[in-house]
């Protein structure tokens, strides 16, 4: 738990500071975090392009454990900092899933301490992406329910794999839990309050299709296909000069990403209440139950 | 008159609330409302399946007068309290006509009490219906411009009769009235800022066609299918959690409803100065003269 | 610089008065401004139908210069007060091009007065455009990038000559620089916030046919049919009660010029600050040189 919360304030807020003076060697990782590893996300950079390769690789589902946000948190905050990363492609080293979302073993049973860093951990993962000043392409290679959803929502760009037994969405009210406002904001932020207040209402998950059709998706391309695509997007937002770009994302993210921030412990405190309820644990197991039977 | 203010607080403030303790009878209707009547809205509720039909039947329009704004409003409350009820389907039993929308008769050459009282009651049935914990279905079978639009945009989800004679949208513009803010708010919701803008500012009546094409309805579908179709919906609705959907619902409505409640003195007040300008009176005057002599 | 200021106060300001008392005699100009030229922008009233056309014609890409936007807001309150001009049409009179947007040169290598004066007259521009109680329809014959979509994007209305080698878009990041947040808000008002983010980010200039598309322009014509079409627009709009439809175009643009007008000073000096960076200064002149190239 000395993790969180992480050595550095959200990337976000750096994009009202001057540019930094000269650049150390390219490459060199700035080590502020001595905590990190690397066993749940596969991370290579590119130097020459600047794009960085981002590959969960957390079988079976890729789910966001504590462990998982910790390493994802780190892994963005090292490529934030270092100056020969400008742009990284997030994506599943896992066949069909892109990421399952939150873990539910973190939300059952577990100590108030326990539910309360591992809700920061979710904020701190979303900060972090959601107000990523590097340009953030999601590949999504697979199912990305809930959480899953999350991640991709925050990034600049999504191309899915053109496949209908994927399906993408904000499914948290068939499950029996509500989502935050944070991830109704993105949500909304992508595609619209309409889309959105039916979707997160019915819990929906979207078929590939449809999730291009809602917006939820930019782009469909068969799947092998998909990293190419990914790294020609990632080219063509790249061409822009990194400072504008930053500023403008700043300036279409920022109500958003503030409203979390200034609600954070709060926000804390509405999770731990909700996830100790009984009610709320029953349905939890009940589900948990469910996906060990559909095993 | 003695019936409004309604005797309970808006049902959206009770998706915070803990839920309630153990049920009475099923289907024994709370009696906090003892002027109840019957007479311009039926009202069934199928007990087994939790869904209740709620018919206008007040020809040859289904204005929207005090009686009848009052009498949905206490059918609402009614439902609402009802644990047996999850969800009302909302029509017409008058043919070609959903609801012509405010009963302008209610705005003509009367004292500035029944205005107030009036105005009250329009409000009332819109933060009890958009706020609603119930799934809401409108059925929409026939032309629905002003006010009966604001009643199907509050609803969860809009289905209307695939007939280009039919329809929707809100017109007051074209009376030389203004929609409320919060009439606005709520279309805004449904078909965003720009659609909204365009057609507020027209007073656009559109077809049905035109009205699915711009999302202000759902989905087309036969008149002779309206109903089944409106089941099936409300079947797909109610196989959610209710208390997830609930706090989803109120997540994304809360900030149009609260901002009624916070300016409804003022709101209140508005309209009265706004109706009781000579030059409105005419306008009113003129368009019911107009009514008249089309039929 | 005496002419900004300008003498009255924004149109907008001026849907909530009572309306004016007996009109002035028709087409009998109000004469507040004595410092009204005529040189970059023609005007004609036809007040048979209470219409005026604007056309810039300031070669050779009608660029917004200080002298331009002072112009443009003169002659847009000049048409404001005249009773007799309900709706104006604005087009470009140089062939290829409706606006090429604010001019560079005011913003390279001048005093920190002139850019102040400069901000202020984009400012004004837009607060009298966006909050114009006339109807606005913009017949955008050209290319329209930056400030020159702004001006599109401002009006009730756009209609674009049916040419893919004509493009619009805020393509500031493009330049190194970074729409101001009221450009945003316009542009969010239009297209909604995802459209807005991605394009904006990317400095987007869309060819007529993908502005169609994501609803950044209303309609496409042959660019032979674009006046006609434009007038026959203007004729359904003015076919509402004015007072109601400027009331309801005020009710929906307001909090978006409301911010504006609490954040003016700042707005201004923010702009100083950015402008006077040598980077920028920087950025500026390699466009500048580009652009020379070209020709």
């Given at each position: 738990s000395g993790v969180l919360p992480l050595c550095r304030s959200p990337a976000w807020d750096r994009a009202t500071r001057p540019p930094p003076s000269p650049s150390p060697a390219p490459g060199l990782p700035l080590a502020p975090c001595r905590a990190f590893s690397n066993n749940k996300i596969q991370v290579e950079l590119d130097e020459s392009s600047g794009v960085a390769m981002m590959k969960f690789k957390s079988p079976p589902v890729n789910s966001l454990s504590l462990e998982f946000l910790t390493e994802f948190s780190i892994s963005l905050e090292k490529l934030e900092n270092n100056r020969a990363c400008r742009g990284v492609i997030i994506t599943s080293a896992v066949p069909k899933i892109f990421s399952s979302g939150l873990d539910i073993t973190e939300m059952c049973g577990k100590s108030v301490e326990h539910y309360s860093e591992f809700w920061r951990a979710v904020q701190e993962m979303w900060l972090r992406l959601y107000g990523s000043n590097m340009v953030t392409v999601a590949a999504v290679n697979g199912s990305s329910p809930a959480g899953?959803?999350?991640?991709?929502?925050?990034?600049?760009?999504r191309i899915m794999a053109e496949n209908p037994k994927f399906s993408i969405g904000l499914n948290e009210a068939q499950l029996g839990i509500v989502a935050p406002f944070w991830f109704k904001d993105t949500?909304?932020?992508?595609v619209g309050h309409r889309t959105a207040e039916r979707s997160l209402q019915l819990g929906?998950?979207?078929?590939?299709?449809?999730?291009?059709?809602?917006?939820?998706?930019?782009e469909l391309v068969p799947e092998e296909k998909l990293m190419e695509k990914a790294a020609a997007v990632m080219a063509q937002w790249l061409a822009l000069p990194d400072h504008a770009r930053q500023?403008?994302?700043?300036?279409?993210?920022k109500a958003v990403l503030d409203r979390l921030?200034?609600?954070?412990?709060?926000?804390?405190?509405?999770?731990?209440?909700?996830?100790?309820?009984?009610?709320?644990?029953k349905s939890l197991r009940m589900y948990m139950e469910m996906l060990k039977k559909r095993k």
């Open positions: 899953g959803c999350l991640v991709a929502l925050s990034c600049d760009y949500f909304v932020n992508v929906s998950l979207h078929p590939a299709p449809e999730a291009l059709r809602l917006g939820l998706v930019d500023l403008t994302k700043t300036m279409m993210r921030v200034a609600h954070r412990e709060e926000d804390i405190k509405n999770f731990i209440t909700f996830v100790s309820k009984e009610s709320i644990q």
